[in-house]
């Protein structure tokens, strides 16, 4: 199965766009007329920067509602270069369309993003994405393949990639939980 980076159109403004906004676009959902932006990207940033993962809260056509919360500069790296912002772009608003509600992607070399839906009354108000890390360190022929891939300078993803702190099961099944706790207590504030 090709990866999404592989099935990204590189000249696809409208996906560039997507990842890489510095403002969040318009956001007027059912979850922003009770939340606003700012307090969600505030709740958000905060989530990120606990677990050391990176997060997005997006309608449920792909569209963002909150800029990307980056957990570290490996992934930031990657998903902020060319190809990242339009591959990225691309899986998020795959994942979102799909009505599975919680599904999973692998964006590269054990990288993978995960929904969470927030839901009220049996419907998806919003989708969470959530970006794990690698479980092991990274080898030095993965990291110059992906700074290749990506055109990053391969010096700078190596540091980043050092940085990363292996995702283990017991994180990411906390990460899960606080994440869906999160997306719960939002919905909440629906009721």
Same mark, same amino acid.
């Given at each position: 199965m090709p990866s999404p980076i592989d099935e990204c159109d590189p000249e696809s403004i409208e996906g560039a766009n997507a990842i890489a906004h510095t403002d969040p676009p318009d956001s &007027? *959902?059912?979850?922003?007329?009770?939340?606003?932006? !700012?307090?969600?990207? +505030? %709740?958000?940033?905060?989530?990120? !920067?606990?677990?050391?993962?990176?997060?997005?809260?997006? +309608?449920? &056509?792909? *569209?963002?509602?909150?800029?990307? #919360?980056?957990? @570290?500069?490996?992934? $930031? %790296?990657?998903?902020? #270069?060319?190809? @990242? $912002?339009?591959?990225?772009?691309?899986?998020?608003r795959?994942?979102?369309?799909? /009505? !599975?509600? #919680?599904?999973? #992607?692998?964006?590269?070399?054990?990288?993978?993003?995960?929904?969470? /839906? =927030? %839901?009220?009354? @049996?419907? $998806?108000?919003? =989708? %969470?994405? =959530?970006?794990? +890390?690698?479980r092991t360190k990274l080898e030095p022929d993965t990291i110059r393949a992906l700074a290749d891939e990506f055109g990053v300078d391969q010096a700078a993803l190596t540091e980043a990639a050092d940085s990363v702190e292996p995702w283990t099961p017991d994180m990411r099944k906390a990460t899960y939980a606080y994440a869906e706790s999160f997306a719960e207590t939002i919905a909440s504030i629906y009721r």
């Open positions: &007027d *959902t059912e979850l922003t007329r009770l939340v606003d932006v !700012a307090t969600l990207q +505030r %709740m958000q940033d905060r989530l990120a !920067a606990l677990c050391k993962t990176s997060l997005v809260l997006c +309608r449920n &056509d792909g *569209t963002l509602i909150t800029n990307p #919360s980056w957990g @570290g500069p490996f992934v $930031r %790296m990657l998903a902020t #270069s060319d190809l @990242g $912002r339009v591959a990225f772009a691309n899986l998020i795959a994942l979102a369309r799909d /009505p !599975a509600g #919680s599904v999973a #992607s692998i964006c590269f070399e054990d990288v993978t993003l995960h929904t969470t /839906p =927030i %839901m009220h009354d @049996g419907r $998806r108000l919003a =989708i %969470m994405i =959530i970006g794990t +890390r690698p």
